[in-house]
């Protein structure tokens, strides 16, 4: 039960607005006297389940004295309906806002906190423990310039804690802090707590985490947490409010001036400007600009706001930019000054990526890639590794599942600007939204961007002349359905009859594919993703050669038959269903699958232990339980007709 994020890798909350009724509507916005200092530090508070991060900021809040008299009223009111005492009250209670949350003491969504001290301004996100909500601990840490993470001083760092160690070096935080809490219950144990602080320090040095403090706390009794822990004489160093006071605030940032699009401000005929937010270096009147990808070139004008015009804007400020002329810039296109080295324009590009669906990443498999304010189609080409975070080693993988954090290869659909994300955060990030459901699957960080030295060519000889010369339009049929269905038989028979009256035809079946192109696939789910998208690129390439492509390939999953459905244009892919029943199949058997599958001999069977999905909405279906052969062709026959064949 949580909110579906769309905020993730995205600006933070800035200061004086709280980011907490955007999030969650159980927020409080706390304000004490104005603090003495500007310097605004975003944190997040994250670890394992009920290792007392709730509890720990309820207990800054109120030591801080920073809640209101009646909102400490409810929650001593609350403490005492929940088995706690007025004078051992819950704290976690002014955090944990959901009604879920307060059955199950656990918190299942981000909670924003502002606050301040007389020496610095707070914003404080509350992130879920619980390995279900990585999603959610990814959106805070997107977030944030520095991470509080959380250690029961009795178990020790837990999977989830390196887990999200991991998740905070990847998405670049500056500073960490580990907070060893319930020393309380361990007796203030100095060894203990030197054993968890050596652990805490190995384990950020393995991930590339510079600067992290250890500081041992009781968030139930408050020591260490505002004020020094008497129980912990043995301990002189600072206290989380201390530590917190005394972090670097703001990520440094690796890259000259960007500013992409949000949208085009054209309110009336005599006025048209660029918005956005300036990202990186400062802009001012008069600078000259490139627009990417188009690569054109104009003067800036004026730099408007709500509040009026300006002669320089700094980074992060909100502006509308009014070029000298008018260039063709749509949403997602990126402004940069035509002094400064361009960014990569690139298709191809490297991630850290942590997945967050219960449907596993797999190379092939096609989904929207949001970066900045650019949605294009992509996929993973390859995986390089995922992460082991109980070891922090990496492996090679097939897929991430649910909560894996991995590398992979991302091949996008056109080119686009992009930084790596340990440039900048704002514009080095992406996610992966399911096409079907609008789902966010997964967040990437790049780590590796550069152009490709790859150019399309486009050539006086194109697919229309070739179609042109072959008296025919160029097609694909595609045959889908269970083995022994009689796909391949069909499929046979029917480029017998188009030979015959003169059409130009290449037949690839899925046995024989796999003597040559796909000969180093398997029958895993990846392997048959990505089996299906090299016959779906090279069925593209034999449309311009103004082919009729005949295809017979079982294609379990209908989001890759879709993949190549989209490759080609529209009116060019005929989706024939060879539909047959399971048991039909089975008797005619005619390679013996069935029977060794059965008998545990074939893992990952179509049929039998992997599912199939037969098409929704396929041009065509044929039952071969009850249709010959020659009726089937027949009825592919009179469908090229419908499309303009003459058959």
């Not at 652990?199 to 510079?210: K, M, P, R, T, V």
């Not at 949403?331 to 002094?339: E, I, Q, S, T, Y």
């Not at 040559?516 to 990505?530: A, C, I, Q």
């Amino acid at each position: 039960m949580f909110y579906e994020s769309q905020e993730l890798l995205r600006t933070p909350p800035q200061s004086g607005e709280f980011a907490g009724e955007s999030v969650r509507r159980h927020s409080q916005h706390v304000q004490p006297e104005r603090a003495k200092s500007s310097q605004i530090l975003r944190f997040l508070t994250c670890g394992s389940v009920d290792d007392g991060k709730s509890t720990l900021i309820g207990r800054m809040l109120k030591d801080l004295d920073l809640v209101p008299q009646d909102t400490w009223e409810d929650v001593l009111a609350e403490s005492e309906r929940r088995s706690f005492t007025r004078d051992n009250p819950d704290y976690s209670l002014l955090l944990d806002g959901l009604l879920i949350e307060r059955e199950q003491g656990i918190t299942v969504d981000i909670t924003w906190r502002y606050f301040a001290t007389p020496k610095r301004k707070f914003i404080v996100a509350d992130c879920p423990g619980h390995e279900h909500y990585t999603r959610n601990m990814v959106t805070g840490a997107s977030h944030c310039d520095a991470a509080l993470v959380l250690v029961d001083a009795r178990k020790g760092l837990l999977p989830q804690t390196r887990r999200h160690l991991a998740v905070v070096a990847m998405m670049r935080v500056r500073s960490v802090l580990v907070v060893v809490n319930k020393m309380d219950l361990v007796n203030w144990d100095r060894a203990r707590f030197d054993g968890i602080r050596g652990d805490a320090i190995e384990c950020a040095s393995q991930l590339g985490l510079a600067e992290v403090i250890v500081v041992p706390v009781s968030a139930v009794d408050g020591g260490n947490v505002v004020h020094d822990a008497p129980d912990a004489p043995w301990y002189e160093g600072h206290t989380v409010l201390q530590a917190l006071e005394t972090l670097p605030a703001r990520r440094p940032q690796g890259v000259p001036f960007r500013l992409v699009a949000q949208w085009i401000n054209r309110p009336n005929q005599d006025f048209r400007g660029i918005a956005g937010e300036v990202v990186g270096a400062p802009l001012k009147v008069g600078d000259t600009i490139r627009v990417l990808p188009s690569n054109a070139h104009a003067q800036v004008q004026r730099i408007c706001t709500f509040d009026g015009d300006l002669r320089y804007a700094r980074p992060g400020q909100a502006v509308t930019v009014v070029l000298d002329r008018e260039l063709d810039v749509a949403r997602g296109d990126w402004l940069v000054k035509a002094a400064d080295h361009a960014p990569p324009v690139t298709n191809l590009l490297e991630a850290n990526v942590v997945w967050m669906s219960e449907t596993p990443l797999l190379p092939g498999r096609r989904y929207d890639l949001q970066i900045g304010c650019t949605t294009v189609p992509g996929s993973v080409r390859r995986l390089i590794h995922r992460l082991d975070v109980s070891s922090l080693k990496t492996h090679e993988a097939t897929q991430l599942d649910c909560n894996d954090v991995g590398r992979c290869e991302i091949v996008l659909e056109r080119p686009i600007p992009m930084d790596s994300y340990a440039d900048s955060i704002e514009t080095g990030g992406l996610i992966f939204v399911d096409r079907s459901t609008f789902r966010t699957e997964g967040a990437g960080m790049a780590t590796a961007v550069a152009g490709r030295d790859v150019v399309w060519h486009d050539f006086a000889v194109d697919r229309k002349i070739r179609a042109a010369i072959k008296g025919h339009p160029p097609q694909v049929i595609w045959l889908t359905g269970l083995s022994g269905a009689g796909k391949s038989t069909i499929a046979n028979a029917l480029e017998i009859r188009l030979n015959a009256v003169g059409v130009h035809t290449m037949l690839l079946d899925g046995d024989n594919v796999r003597h040559g192109l796909n000969r180093d696939l398997g029958f895993s789910e990846g392997d048959r993703v990505e089996n299906i998208r090299r016959i779906g690129e090279t069925a593209k390439l034999m449309l311009d050669a103004g082919l009729v492509v005949l295809t017979a390939f079982i294609s379990p999953f209908r989001a890759d038959r879709q993949l190549v459905r989209r490759l080609v244009r529209e009116g060019e892919f005929l989706e024939v269903f060879v539909d047959a029943p399971l048991a039909e199949c089975e008797a005619r058997d005619p390679k013996g699958l069935y029977k060794r599958a059965r008998a545990g001999q074939i893992p990952n069977f179509t049929g039998i232990s992997q599912p199939y999905e037969p098409p929704l909405e396929s041009e065509l279906r044929v039952d071969t339980s009850v249709t010959s052969v020659a009726d089937s062709v027949q009825a592919i026959l009179a469908a090229l007709k419908a499309k303009g064949f003459h058959v």
